[in-house]
């Protein structure tokens, strides 16, 4: 029998941290951009080194992390009394590329509302790729690896289960995704408001875009679309009951609930630029108005005297009843 037969030969379990990162969601990556994250690193061809990281990030070993501008640093422990000291680089946007980035972004109300919303748009790829940058590595030689340990596996098994622990705060957050690039939270915010202000101080932008963009309509050729024959053969059997309500509508039912935080998203936003100098209270003002709105709307939406807003103010959960 040999000195390498599994019956002498047992490898090193790693040290048991306390209170160390662990993974919490069953699924690694929850949501699609931290799924395209390690889907990223998996294609190059790194699957059997990540498979050994992921059960390291399972059991806890990663003991802290730290993610910053370019940068991510972490301990891992391993084998040996004290943890492996990870590094993670990746090269972060300049900031001409990100004035660019925030510009588009800037135009699309619905990529804000929705990062805002902690949720990542499922198109904001396309808005890095028009200022010809990638939100996520395009080649392992995007990302730079180290790692005390003296495994020269690269990625080894430590960097790995740092990779799944960021993927998994990617999910929690998506702006560590733009931190990891360059620009943190607050910066980012704070210069969209920025753009947003001036573009809010320059009613005519807005204008002189469409113009722009009219002119270049006219400019190219006219698309050809082909006509399509639709056929209603069953036209005249179906008029009788067209507008009639089928069997299972009398079973619908909608519940309007109120925000639980008011003008959360325009508290996130902050205050306009043209606001300044106002007397008003923007968010006293704007709590006020979105107060009326929504009381208005749920009056009618309940067809009610009062009563039925009444217990819904009380905590009482109606529902809308469908007439038919």
Not at 114 to 133: H, K, Q, Y
Not at 225 to 248: A, M, N, P, Y
Request: hydrophobic fraction near 30%; aromatic fraction near 10%; include cysteine.
């Amino acid at each position: 029998m040999g000195y390498w037969d599994y019956d002498y030969y047992t490898p090193a379990q790693p040290k048991k941290v306390r209170n160390g990162i662990k993974l919490e969601g069953k699924k690694i990556g929850a949501t699609w951009w931290s799924q395209r994250w390690i889907s990223t690193l998996d294609s190059f061809g790194w699957s059997n080194r990540l498979e050994r990281g992921r059960r390291y990030a399972r059991s806890g070993q990663v003991t802290n992390i730290k993610i910053s501008s370019g940068v991510v640093t972490a301990g891992v422990q391993g084998t040996r009394p004290k943890p492996y000291q990870v590094t993670i680089q990746i090269k972060p946007f300049s900031d001409q590329q990100w004035k660019n980035i925030i510009q588009r972004m800037s135009t699309q109300a619905l990529y804000v509302a929705t990062l805002l919303s902690g949720d990542m748009p499922s198109d904001i790829e396309n808005v890095f790729s028009a200022v010809r940058v990638s939100l996520f590595p395009l080649s392992k030689k995007d990302l730079k690896n180290e790692c005390s340990c003296p495994d020269d596996a690269n990625p080894c098994k430590h960097i790995a289960a740092v990779y799944y622990v960021l993927g998994e705060e990617f999910d929690r957050n998506p702006f560590m995704i733009f931190h990891l690039r360059g620009r943190s939270k607050p910066q980012f915010l704070g210069e969209l408001r920025s753009v947003r202000g001036d573009m809010a101080s320059d009613p005519e932008k807005p204008e002189k875009k469409q113009k722009e963009h009219r002119g270049k309509q006219q400019d190219s050729p006219k698309p050809f679309h082909r006509q399509e024959i639709v056929e209603h053969s069953d036209s005249e059997t179906c008029v009788d009951r067209f507008w009639k309500l089928g069997e299972k509508f009398s079973s619908f039912s909608v519940s309007i609930q109120p925000p639980v935080v008011p003008i959360a998203l325009l508290k996130r936003l902050g205050p306009p630029t043209f606001w300044r100098g106002c007397s008003l209270d923007f968010y006293g003002e704007m709590e006020r108005i979105y107060k009326k709105i929504q009381e208005d709307a749920m009056q009618v939406a309940y067809e009610t005297d009062g009563e039925q807003l009444k217990k819904k103010k009380q905590g009482d959960n109606p529902e809308i009843s469908v007439k038919q």
